[in-house]
């Protein structure tokens, strides 16, 4: 039996998922896919895991893209089926009802730029460089990388980084708003797990709302956008965490979250 290519471990809450193929710098085989899918499946499902950290393996790449190898030998049926496996994956990261932050400790190539901008959060090492090189092999980003990075950076930025296919300094992904935030190399696992664990302590049936209302509400028309957060709004009312994090405001005192 093969390794699994994905890692997943515990810790307080927030759940870190790891694609485990540094000798060919993350780069996403269907195996990969798969096995993503699969702990992303299983963290949704989880009710200890508050929070998700998806990162990939050794010092050099979050995840340098598509395996090129393996998109070579497809066919054109076989290149949509490809194309499909990975955009499923990301969506069900993108409505995965808890955060996911993507801690991008260096290259975001391809399909693991698009991988970490399904993620809800991008905090990046000052040395990562990013951006969707696809064009340089004939090809254009397949896993809703055109899509996702118009929505997130706009049009100027989508077609730079596609059409010009070339890589971009953490500092410049931070100006487009491609990342949230970028920290010294050095610090990135430590920025990131205290980010996770500020995301894990808080209350998990607001966050839901949140991602629900941003990620769904932010693709319908404006008027419903508004009548899809004033529905979440008012089912908070029904919950036990919204009863506690009022009362512990008005008691001074830190609130205590139960996802009930
Ligand atoms: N698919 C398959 N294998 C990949 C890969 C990818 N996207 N990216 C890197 N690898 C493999 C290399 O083939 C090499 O394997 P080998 O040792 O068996 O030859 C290994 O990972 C190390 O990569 P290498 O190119 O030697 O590292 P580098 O430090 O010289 O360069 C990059 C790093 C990221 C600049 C370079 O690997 C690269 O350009 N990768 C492709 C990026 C890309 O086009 N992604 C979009 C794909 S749609």
């Known amino acids: 039996m093969t390794a699994s290519p994905v890692l997943s471990r515990d810790a307080d809450g927030v759940r870190v998922i790891t694609v485990d193929r540094p000798d060919k710098l993350n780069a996403l085989d269907r195996q990969t896919l798969e096995a993503l899918d699969a702990a992303f499946a299983a963290a949704a499902d989880a009710d200890q895991v508050r929070a998700v950290v998806l990162t990939g393996a050794g010092p050099k790449a979050f995840v340098a893209g598509a395996d090129i190898a393996q998109m070579n030998a497809l066919t054109p049926i076989e290149g949509r089926e490809f194309s499909l496996l990975g955009q499923r994956l990301m969506r069900r990261i993108e409505r995965l009802p808890k955060p996911?932050?993507?801690?991008?400790?260096?290259?975001?190539?391809?399909?693991?730029?698009?991988l970490a901008m399904a993620c809800h959060l991008r905090i990046a090492a000052d040395s990562a460089?990013?951006?969707?090189?696809?064009?340089?092999?004939?090809?254009?980003?397949?896993?809703?990388?055109?899509?996702?990075?118009?929505?997130?950076?706009?049009?100027?930025?989508?077609?730079?980084?596609?059409?010009?296919?070339?890589?971009?300094?953490?500092?410049?992904?931070?100006?487009?708003?491609?990342?949230?935030?970028?920290?010294?190399?050095?610090?990135?696992?430590?920025?990131?797990?205290?980010?996770?664990?500020?995301?894990?302590?808080?209350?998990?049936?607001?966050l839901?709302?949140?991602?629900?209302?941003?990620?769904?509400?932010?693709e319908c028309p404006l008027e419903e956008g508004l009548q899809f957060e004033t529905a979440q709004f008012g089912l908070l009312f029904a919950?036990?965490?919204m009863r506690e994090g009022t009362a512990a405001f008005l008691e001074k005192r830190r609130p205590q979250f139960r996802n009930r």
């Open 100 to 114: 996911v932050v993507a801690m991008v400790n260096g290259y975001a190539l391809g399909g693991g730029l698009e």
């Open 208 to 218: 839901r709302g949140i991602l629900d209302a941003v990620v769904l509400g932010g």
């Open 129 to 206: 460089r990013l951006g969707q090189p696809e064009v340089n092999l004939g090809l254009i980003p397949g896993f809703g990388g055109t899509q996702r990075l118009l929505r997130l950076a706009g049009r100027a930025a989508a077609l730079e980084l596609c059409l010009l296919g070339a890589p971009i300094d953490a500092a410049r992904a931070l100006q487009l708003g491609v990342v949230n935030r970028v920290v010294p190399a050095a610090e990135l696992e430590a920025e990131t797990m205290k980010l996770a664990a500020q995301l894990a302590a808080s209350a998990p049936l607001a």
């Open 239 to 241: 919950s036990e965490d």
